[in-house]
C-alpha cells in the first residue's frame, strides 16, 4: 500500500506541474496577443541562442554530474548508508550510463559530419 501512496503522490505532483506550465503557456500567449493589440510598447531586444560548443559543454558537465552523483550514490550504499536504497542506487547508475551513451552517439555524429564535410569537393 506503502508504492500505491507514492505513485498517486507523483501522479498529483506532475497534474499540479502540469497545471502551472499550462497556466504559464496561457500567461504568456495573452501578453503576447496584448502587446499585438495594443500596440508595440517597446522593441524586443534579439534572443541570444546558445551556440553549438555551449551546449556540448553544457551536456558533458551534465553527464558528469550524473556520474559523480551515481558515484557517490554506490559510494554511500557500499558503506551502508541506511539513507540510500539499492533502487535509487541502480536508477542513478543508469541515468549516468543512458546519458553517457547518449553523448558518445552525439559525439560519432558530429565526428562523422565533420569528416563528411571535410571530403566535400570544394
Known amino acids: 500500500m506503502v508504492q500505491r501512496a507514492d505513485i498517486n503522490s507523483v501522479l498529483s505532483?506532475?497534474?499540479?506541474?502540469?497545471s502551472q506550465?499550462?497556466?504559464?503557456?496561457?500567461?504568456?500567449?495573452?501578453?503576447g496577443v496584448k502587446g499585438r493589440i495594443d500596440g508595440p510598447g517597446q522593441l524586443d531586444k534579439p534572443q541570444e541562442t546558445a551556440g553549438f560548443s555551449d551546449m556540448l559543454?553544457?551536456?558533458v558537465g551534465q553527464v558528469n554530474d550524473l556520474q559523480q552523483t551515481a558515484s557517490s550514490m554506490r559510494t554511500a550504499y557500499e558503506q551502508g548508508?541506511?539513507?540510500?536504497?539499492?533502487?535509487?542506487v541502480m536508477i542513478a547508475s543508469q541515468k549516468a550510463s543512458v546519458s553517457f551513451e547518449a553523448l558518445t552517439q552525439v559525439r560519432n555524429r558530429v565526428v562523422k559530419a565533420y569528416e563528411t564535410i571535410m571530403n566535400m569537393p570544394v
Not at 505532483?13 to 502540469?18: A, D, W
Not at 506550465?21 to 501578453?31: G, V
Open 81 to 88: 548508508d541506511p539513507a540510500m536504497d539499492i533502487s535509487r
Open 21 to 31: 506550465m499550462m497556466q504559464n503557456q496561457r500567461l504568456e500567449q495573452d501578453s
Open 57 to 59: 559543454k553544457q551536456a
Open 13 to 18: 505532483e506532475i497534474r499540479s506541474l502540469r
